[in-house]
């Protein structure tokens, strides 16, 4: 059983940048979350859990984020996008129905080839090979529903399960991993957080703390990682951060405001956050 986890929700551009700000605040106040003995994301945080394996610094994060400094990966994700995606996840209240549906959608992609997932990968990721450091990166199979965090003994080479973590539907089809083909972990979860059990100490950071619909609240398990005997801490965004994130997640203009409203944040939850990672 591992000792520490740090958690990364995912969320878009926005996400991403709150929680570099968040990190870069706890750090600051001496709380410093980077070196989790696993790191584990879904979706935007799979990338921030990367490259934190990779020896990147919240400070050197955050002031990438601020400064816009480091292109992020910028998509459209249209009206008709969303439309799609709120049509599947509103369809039912039962959120293994939910995970099906949104399965279903990303199966219908038939006109966007997967080498487009990957190559948005390749231009995002520090390394093209698994970190040394324990990373788990969630995604779902659109074939059955069921959930798996990608690391480095899983057979699978990195920018693949990184394109599974961030194969959101209708955007980017599914990804062939074996037998199956893997979706955004977000269609299950926005954090996933229950699936880091096997870790004594958790902490999550969860950008959308719920998704649309049935989806389960990240709350919801944390409080199951407690009940199971884990010391576990949810951080999520508090309404000044929401005003700073706007409406569209994948809006750039927004990352500088976002970044900083983590690092505030970070900074107010220190002494909550220690007591979880240095009980």
Same mark, same amino acid.
């Given at each position: 059983?591992?000792?520490?986890?740090?958690?990364?929700?995912?969320?878009?551009?926005?996400?991403?940048?709150?929680?570099?700000?968040?990190?870069?605040?706890?750090?600051?106040?001496?709380?410093?979350?980077?070196?989790?003995?696993?790191?584990?994301?879904?979706?935007?945080?799979?990338?921030?859990?990367?490259?934190?394996?990779?020896?990147?610094?919240?400070?050197?994060?955050?002031?990438?984020?601020?400064?816009?400094?480091?292109? @992020?990966?910028?998509?459209?994700?249209?009206?008709?996008?969303?439309?799609?995606?709120?049509?599947?996840?509103?369809?039912?209240?039962?959120?293994?129905?939910?995970?099906?549906?949104?399965?279903?959608?990303?199966?219908?992609?038939?006109?966007?080839?997967?080498?487009?997932?990957?190559?948005?990968?390749?231009?995002?990721?520090?390394?093209?090979?698994?970190?040394?450091?324990?990373?788990?990166?969630?995604?779902?199979?659109?074939?059955?529903?069921?959930?798996?965090?990608?690391?480095?003994?899983?057979?699978?080479?990195?920018?693949?399960? @990184?394109?599974?973590?961030?194969?959101?539907?209708?955007?980017?089809?599914?990804?062939?991993?074996?037998?199956?083909?893997?979706?955004?972990?977000?269609?299950?979860?926005?954090?996933?957080?229950?699936?880091?059990?096997?870790?004594?100490?958790?902490?999550?950071?969860?950008?959308?703390?719920?998704?649309?619909?049935?989806?389960?609240?990240?709350?919801?398990?944390?409080?199951?990682?407690?009940?199971?005997?884990?010391?576990?801490?949810?951080?999520?965004?508090?309404?000044?951060?929401?005003?700073?994130?706007?409406?569209?997640?994948?809006?750039?203009?927004?990352?500088?405001?976002?970044?900083?409203?983590?690092?505030?944040?970070?900074?107010?939850?220190?002494?909550?956050?220690?007591?979880?990672?240095?009980?």
């Amino acid at each position: 059983m591992a000792d520490t986890a740090l958690v990364l929700g995912g969320g878009g551009l926005t996400a991403y940048a709150w929680q570099v700000g968040v990190l870069a605040g706890l750090a600051e106040a001496g709380v410093d979350l980077s070196g989790a003995d696993v790191l584990a994301g879904t979706s935007a945080g799979s990338l921030l859990a990367v490259e934190l394996a990779t020896g990147r610094a919240p400070a050197d994060l955050y002031g990438d984020q601020v400064s816009r400094k480091r292109a @992020m990966l910028e998509v459209d994700f249209t009206l008709a996008m969303t439309v799609k995606y709120l049509w599947a996840a509103l369809g039912s209240r039962d959120p293994q129905a939910v995970v099906k549906r949104l399965g279903r959608l990303a199966l219908n992609m038939r006109d966007v080839p997967e080498t487009v997932v990957f190559d948005a990968m390749r231009s995002q990721l520090p390394v093209q090979e698994w970190p040394e450091r324990p990373v788990r990166l969630f995604a779902v199979d659109a074939l059955t529903g069921e959930a798996a965090g990608f690391g480095a003994d899983s057979g699978v080479d990195l920018v693949r399960a @990184m394109a599974a973590s961030c194969a959101l539907p209708p955007l980017y089809p599914p990804i062939t991993i074996g037998a199956g083909r893997w979706i955004d972990g977000g269609a299950r979860s926005t954090t996933n957080a229950d699936l880091v059990d096997d870790c004594r100490r958790v902490v999550v950071l969860a950008p959308i703390p719920k998704g649309p619909g049935a989806s389960p609240n990240a709350s919801h398990h944390v409080a199951s990682l407690s009940a199971a005997g884990a010391r576990a801490a949810l951080l999520t965004p508090d309404r000044a951060a929401r005003r700073a994130f706007g409406r569209n997640p994948l809006d750039a203009s927004r990352i500088p405001g976002a970044a900083r409203a983590g690092l505030r944040q970070g900074a107010e939850h220190a002494e909550r956050i220690g007591a979880v990672w240095h009980g």
